[in-house]
């Protein structure tokens, strides 16, 4: 007689108590927290380390949105409150967002040793492409402030093809003349690093008028443990050579500059829009704001963001909200023939009128 032995699988199912947690919540939950903190990496470039953090997944038609902070701020510091801004949602779940950070600036960052030869602007710059290639992105959309606008405009210049578009806040593009160097000379010898990246950052009119928001910078950057590689940052950028720009050697791609009216770069992003080409680049000059619009006016700078990546071809079905609906956005459009401005006007939009996009060669001053 053969006997036949099967196997036979029993599972006990019983359903969750009352107050038991769902481990598929669970999992859900831990996959939102990832995705908000972001993956962190450490992509090796021909200049050293570069310390990168992804939101969202390489594998995207879409451009990548790239960001670059200024000097005596992170990644985190500089941008985390502009892209945890609940209208900027909707632009962030539809871009992958990648955060660098300068050699040494991100957050935890060990000391560098005395006499470390830290990179020029220059070679910053010449490190992006590795990122790029480590992501397998095509292109990307950069946003810049300060040294960091500085740095992805040496970088879209050498790689026109890998930039959409450009947004640089806080730009300069010259170094110091010889009155400057002399006045930052003496600036070195008198005050502390603290201050003179403060100075930076902000205006003297922002310092008396905001004195919170200098005084959390001013205790982040003198207690630094990288305090060090700050001022070897700082350096590096103090050094940097000019940008040649002119509007036949320009950004084949679409640029928004950005600047606060009270911002210690306004005179210099000024001069920098003149010399780029009106028909590809939008000059957004913000009313009442410092030298971080990005994070005292982040409303304002996002509606600003919708419209210059609508102008490009993407999100066309993005409704514009906060600036359309509860006050004026006044675009002066300038002209331009044979080198010369011949005639400007000032268009209003209300929340009567019609909400179309300005074209890159407009200048907008909002104010609220």
Same mark, same amino acid.
């Given at each position: 007689?053969?006997?036949?032995?099967?196997?036979?699988?029993?599972? @006990?199912?019983?359903?969750?108590?009352?107050?038991?947690?769902?481990?598929?919540?669970? %999992?859900?939950?831990?996959?939102?927290?990832?995705?908000?903190?972001?993956?962190?990496?450490?992509?090796? *470039?021909?200049?050293?380390?570069?310390?990168?953090?992804?939101?969202?997944?390489?594998?995207?038609?879409?451009?990548?949105?790239? *960001?670059?902070?200024?000097?005596?701020?992170?990644?985190?510091?500089?941008?985390?409150?502009?892209?945890?801004? @609940?209208?900027?949602?909707?632009? %962030?779940?539809?871009?992958?967002?990648?955060?660098?950070?300068?050699?040494?600036?991100?957050?935890?960052?060990?000391?560098?040793?005395?006499?470390?030869?830290?990179?020029?602007?220059?070679?910053?710059?010449?490190?992006?492409?590795?990122?790029?290639?480590?992501?397998?992105?095509?292109? %990307?959309?950069?946003?810049?402030?300060?040294?960091?606008?500085?740095?992805?405009?040496?970088?879209?210049?050498?790689?026109?093809?890998?930039?959409?578009?450009?947004?640089?806040?806080?730009?300069?593009?010259?170094?110091?003349?010889?009155?400057?160097?002399?006045?930052?000379?003496?600036?070195?010898?008198?005050?502390?690093?603290?201050?003179?990246?403060?100075?930076?950052?902000?205006?003297?009119?922002?310092?008396?008028?905001?004195?919170?928001?200098?005084?959390?910078?001013?205790?982040?950057?003198?207690?630094?443990?990288?305090?060090?590689?700050? @001022?070897?940052?700082?350096?590096?950028?103090?050094?940097?050579?000019?940008?040649?720009?002119?509007?036949?050697?320009?950004?084949?791609?679409?640029?928004?500059?950005?600047?606060?009216?009270?911002?210690?770069?306004?005179?210099?992003? %000024?001069?920098?829009?003149?010399?780029?080409?009106?028909?590809?680049?939008?000059?957004?000059?913000?009313?009442?704001?410092?030298?971080?619009?990005?994070?005292?006016?982040?409303?304002?700078?996002?509606?600003?963001?919708?419209?210059?990546?609508?102008?490009?071809?993407?999100?066309?079905?993005?409704?514009?909200?906060?600036?359309?609906?509860?006050?004026?956005?006044?675009?002066?459009?300038?002209?331009?023939?044979?080198?010369?401005?011949?005639?400007?006007?000032?268009?209003?939009?209300?929340?009567?009128?019609?909400?179309?996009?300005?074209?890159?060669?407009?200048?907008?001053?909002?104010?609220?």
């Amino acid at each position: 007689m053969t006997t036949e032995m099967q196997e036979i699988a029993i599972t @006990e199912e019983k359903p969750l108590l009352p107050g038991q947690p769902d481990p598929t919540k669970d %999992v859900e939950a831990a996959a939102r927290i990832l995705l908000d903190q972001g993956q962190e990496h450490s992509i090796e *470039t021909p200049h050293g380390l570069l310390h990168v953090t992804l939101h969202g997944t390489s594998n995207t038609r879409r451009p990548a949105i790239l *960001t670059f902070h200024d000097v005596g701020l992170d990644s985190k510091s500089c941008f985390s409150p502009l892209f945890k801004f @609940e209208e900027m949602q909707e632009i %962030v779940k539809n871009f992958t967002l990648v955060h660098i950070d300068a050699p040494g600036q991100e957050e935890g960052a060990t000391a560098y040793p005395m006499g470390y030869q830290y990179p020029s602007m220059e070679q910053i710059a010449e490190m992006i492409p590795a990122v790029l290639t480590y992501f397998n992105f095509r292109t %990307v959309i950069g946003i810049g402030v300060g040294s960091g606008s500085y740095i992805l405009s040496r970088f879209t210049m050498a790689h026109p093809d890998s930039v959409e578009g450009l947004v640089l806040i806080n730009m300069d593009p010259e170094t110091r003349g010889w009155m400057d160097w002399a006045a930052q000379k003496i600036t070195t010898l008198t005050s502390s690093l603290t201050e003179q990246i403060l100075s930076h950052l902000f205006s003297q009119e922002e310092m008396s008028a905001n004195a919170d928001l200098v005084r959390s910078h001013r205790d982040r950057i003198s207690k630094a443990p990288n305090l060090i590689n700050i @001022e070897l940052f700082w350096r590096s950028y103090n050094s940097r050579r000019d940008l040649i720009i002119d509007r036949n050697s320009n950004f084949k791609c679409p640029v928004m500059l950005v600047v606060g009216d009270q911002a210690p770069h306004e005179e210099a992003a %000024v001069e920098c829009n003149s010399k780029l080409d009106p028909t590809t680049t939008s000059f957004l000059k913000m009313a009442d704001a410092g030298g971080l619009p990005q994070l005292t006016q982040p409303s304002k700078l996002t509606e600003a963001f919708k419209y210059f990546i609508q102008g490009m071809g993407y999100m066309a079905s993005s409704i514009m909200t906060r600036l359309s609906r509860s006050r004026t956005a006044s675009l002066s459009s300038s002209y331009s023939m044979d080198g010369e401005r011949q005639r400007s006007r000032t268009l209003s939009q209300s929340s009567q009128g019609g909400q179309m996009p300005p074209s890159p060669s407009h200048t907008m001053e909002v104010s609220c």
